[in-house]
T-cell receptor, first 106, second 114 residues
């Protein structure tokens, strides 16, 4: 099956800082999604982004499908951004990476 | 629009006991998924339904896990008998049609096996 690697595994930020999370995948995909898992375990869709760039408030994402990677940008981070960020890709089923744990300190 | 509903939210059982989790997907969503998420890991797909048919159950431990979606709407995931390593969050998700669409997750059912 397709391999999904996320980096870094952990990220500690001071409130107001910017950061970039990366997702590499091993094969062509027809779907890529970014999720945020809050401290209560709920997985929230951030972006459905098989290619191109999207922005939603302080978050944006870029997927370069031909080079098999995606980036999630967090700008002006807030404590509510804390949690685990997952990248998930689809060949015939949705496969998740191991996630990046983000801690934003006030 | 109502989201994906799951119950119970929390369950503690002893090993070798049985447990069942219920999921009601978003209305109109043909595809339903059950994922297992062990602490510190990403979710792992257990089973994927398209309406009431199974699309993928390759990672479902069929000797102890079973799932059904008899009428193509809500679904039940059962574990019998439970093992300690089954302690995890069981996440139900749904999408309009397949994994090529946005997938929406429920809040999860937290299982502790002691």
């Amino acid at each position: 099956g397709i391999q999904v690697e996320q980096s870094p595994p952990d990220l500690i930020l001071q409130e107001g800082a910017n950061s970039t999370l990366r997702c590499n995948f091993s094969d062509s995909v027809n779907n890529l999604q970014w999720f945020h898992q809050n401290p209560w375990g709920q997985l929230i869709n951030l972006f459905y982004i098989p290619s191109g760039t999207k922005q939603n408030g302080r978050l944006s994402a870029t997927t370069v499908a031909t080079e098999r990677y995606s980036l999630l940008y967090i700008s002006s981070s807030q404590t509510t951004d804390s949690g685990v960020y997952f990248c998930a890709v689809n060949d015939y089923k949705l496969s998740f990476g191991a996630g990046t744990t983000v801690t934003v300190r006030a | 629009e109502a989201g994906v509903a799951q119950s119970p939210r929390y369950k503690i059982i002893e090993k070798r006991q049985s447990v069942a989790f219920w999921c009601n997907p978003i209305s109109g969503h043909a595809t339903l998924y059950w994922y297992q998420q062990i602490l510190g890991q990403g979710p792992k797909l257990l089973i994927q339904f398209q309406n009431n048919g199974v699309v993928d159950d390759s990672q479902l431990p069929k000797d102890r896990f079973s799932a059904e979606r008899l009428k193509g709407v809500d679904s039940t995931l059962k574990i019998q008998p439970a093992k300690l390593e089954d302690s995890a969050v069981y996440l139900c998700a749904s999408s309009v049609q397949g994994a090529g669409n946005t997938i929406y997750f429920g809040e999860g059912s937290w299982l502790t096996v002691v």
